[in-house]
């Protein structure tokens, strides 16, 4: 590999091709923030016009500036590729013959490796087109059109030079953009025929679905991608809709304040300040990353706009996070590997006494009950860290501390699916803004919808917004199974007080639907109903933990009264008179016991339980029609 100017060496990383040519390293560091435009808004107008007819098109920068990547061969492995090629060549051929790159952390930090104990974070060397800091943070003007446009072919490996190239380059210099902003633009669409045309297009799509998105307090396209993404091959934040690769998630415990600090960082074009470790560096985390193959990260302090105090830009954070927070959890969710970092972002997994406790402990955090994901990988290890500790015996460990991490490690791959379980888990978690309890629930309990974020929204507001969007047959459960009466506005199921400090009943299968009416407020129920049945509770003074028994006396064809068994599976009393029940269309063995109001209103009791075989003489006798009810 052959490179004329002796300015190339420094912009651009390590690289060495099959045959060991071509070695150059990076240097003089120069960090430059990118076009706020271009992560502050949901739409990036590219300005980029048509060329026609347009020949010989020149930058106006020095020889210098221009002569900084040439070369007319590039020799891989036994094959000569010669550089004259036009642009379908270089899009077919895509990146095949992609030269080995390596990107170190004593050139990107400055640390020595062998002073990094994540081994991962010490270097990258791979065929990714990932280039060095010192190259992302040139600014374009600095290159010029040419010298741009040559350095993307040689990162890419290939020759491209069309006059839509010059025109959106130039348009990169009016912005400007810095190397890699550019090279983040570009490289999703380097190889289709016109990149502007793609561009203008996936920009397009995004923003109409996120005008769609939302309606009035409601997001009604839980699935949103999110807004932006981290890019590693070049470093930079970029706005989503610029590829279509699904960003990897990155998910991690946070740091006590006083261990953190704020930085400012070319890598989101200084936007906002990054809480990060201090002792946690971001070039680092790139390089982990790209050793574990990935492309695209979502990282929230990177990707999600971060409160700043005194900020300017405080009131665009609200009117996002009232669309990102909610939707952070479908960056978590489907088949995806979420990369999780247990002692903090960036750092080495540790482990000492007192940490599963903490209320730092990322076992214990509200948000990250939505990000355990379908598989996990437990980033920041180490060779002697806890994950490689051999238990004695079927997994007990040497110590009780390794025990219980390794227990609470194998629980995440049975994660609960049912309403009860994953508010049981909630009611052992903490946040630092307690309505992110609410919002932390809203992709494990399967919702339709999703109320917009709001900072300042009451617990009990928002938890009614999330039961109203909830899935039917989630709220079935609350009806159904929930022994207790509603202590707010409704009865038929309970309040965010009552889920999070009171015991929760065990999950049952349901084939039943609570609907809700937005335009009316109501919660209707159609499904098994006994109009009529006189309940008695025995054993009143049972000990706690023990089934009461009872019985369902209810008037059949002629006047002949069916006394039925039914048991009591908690404590909250039942009083004995006549009630309406309603069912589930699966079993009816679980029941909901209320009175009769006008205008076929139901107002919920308690409920109690069927076995299977009083439910046949139920059904054989015919005592069960269908009914809609409305909930109070």
């Not at 985390?285 to 979502?298: A, H």
Request: glycine letters at 6%; a positive charge; hydrophobic letters at 35%.
């Amino acid at each position: 590999m052959r490179f004329a100017p002796r300015q190339l060496k420094q912009h651009f990383p390590k690289r060495t091709s099959s045959k060991g040519h071509g070695k150059y390293a990076p240097k003089n560091y120069r960090k430059f923030a990118f076009d706020l435009h271009q992560v502050d808004s949901e739409t990036f107008a590219l300005h980029i016009y048509s060329c026609t007819g347009t020949k010989g098109i020149s930058s106006a920068v020095s020889d210098q500036n221009t002569n900084i990547i040439m070369g007319s061969k590039r020799k891989i492995g036994h094959l000569d590729i010669d550089r004259s090629n036009n642009d379908r060549e270089d899009r077919n051929r895509r990146h095949r013959y992609q030269a080995k790159v390596t990107l170190s952390a004593f050139t990107e930090t400055g640390q020595a490796e062998l002073s990094i104990e994540v081994p991962k974070q010490r270097s990258y060397s791979g065929r990714r087109p990932v280039i060095p800091s010192s190259l992302a943070d040139t600014p374009c003007a600095t290159l010029g059109v040419r010298g741009v446009l040559n350095g993307l072919n040689t990162t890419l490996g290939t020759s491209r030079t069309s006059c839509e190239l010059h025109t959106i380059l130039k348009d990169f210099i009016e912005r400007n953009y810095d190397f890699g902003t550019a090279f983040a633009f570009l490289r999703p669409v380097w190889n289709t025929h016109s990149p502007s045309n793609e561009l203008r297009r996936r920009e397009g799509e995004d923003r109409k679905r996120r005008q769609k998105a939302l309606e009035g307090n409601r997001i009604v396209d839980p699935n949103l991608r999110p807004r932006r993404v981290w890019d590693l091959c070049s470093n930079r934040v970029v706005l989503s809709w610029i590829t279509e690769i699904i960003p990897t998630p990155i998910s991690h415990a946070w740091a006590d304040e006083k261990d953190c600090v704020d930085v400012r960082t070319p890598i989101n074009g200084k936007e906002w300040p990054v809480p990060i470790p201090k002792d946690a560096d971001l070039n680092l985390i790139r390089i982990e990353m790209l050793n574990m193959g990935v492309e695209y990260v979502w990282l929230d302090v990177l990707c999600l706009r971060q409160k700043e105090e005194g900020g300017l830009r405080e009131d665009l954070r609200m009117e996002e996070w009232r669309l990102d927070v909610p939707t952070i959890g479908g960056v978590y969710s489907g088949r995806r590997t979420v990369m999780i970092y247990l002692s903090g972002l960036g750092r080495p997994l540790r482990l000492k006494d007192g940490d599963l406790d903490s209320d730092r402990s990322w076992f214990r955090r509200a948000w990250t009950l939505q990000e355990v994901g379908w598989k996990r990988t437990i980033a920041g290890d180490t060779p002697d860290g806890p994950m490689h500790a051999r238990w004695i015996y079927y997994r007990k460990y040497e110590t009780a501390l390794l025990t219980r991490f390794h227990k609470e490690l194998h629980s995440l791959e049975s994660r609960p699916n049912y309403i009860f379980a994953t508010l049981a888990d909630m009611q052992k978690r903490v946040s630092t803004n307690p309505v992110d309890r609410v919002a932390g629930l809203a992709f494990p309990l399967r919702p339709s919808m999703i109320p917009a974020y709001h900072e300042s929204e009451t617990l009990e507001d928002a938890w009614t917004a999330l039961v109203n969007t909830m899935a039917p047959r989630m709220r079935a459960a609350f009806l159904l199974v929930y022994p207790g009466v509603g202590l707010g506005c409704k009865k038929w199921r309970p309040t965010w007080d009552q889920v999070m400090e009171q015991p929760l009943p065990k999950d049952v299968d349901l084939l039943t639907d609570v609907r809700h009416v937005d335009e009316t407020d109501e919660d209707w129920f159609y499904g098994p109903c006994i109009e009529k049945g006189d309940v008695w509770v025995f054993d009143a003074g049972s000990a706690e933990g023990r089934d009461r028994c009872g019985e369902l006396v209810v008037e059949g064809a002629h006047g002949i009264a069916h006394t039925f068994n039914i048991r009591v599976t908690h404590q909250s009393t039942i009083p004995g008179d006549t009630y309406t029940l309603l069912s589930d269309s699966l079993s009816h063995r679980f029941w909901a016991v209320g009175r009769r109001l006008p205008d076929q209103r139901f107002e919920k009791v308690s409920v109690i339980v069927m076995d299977r075989r009083e439910v046949y003489r139920l059904q054989d006798l015919c005592l069960v029609a269908r009914s809609r009810n409305v909930l109070v």
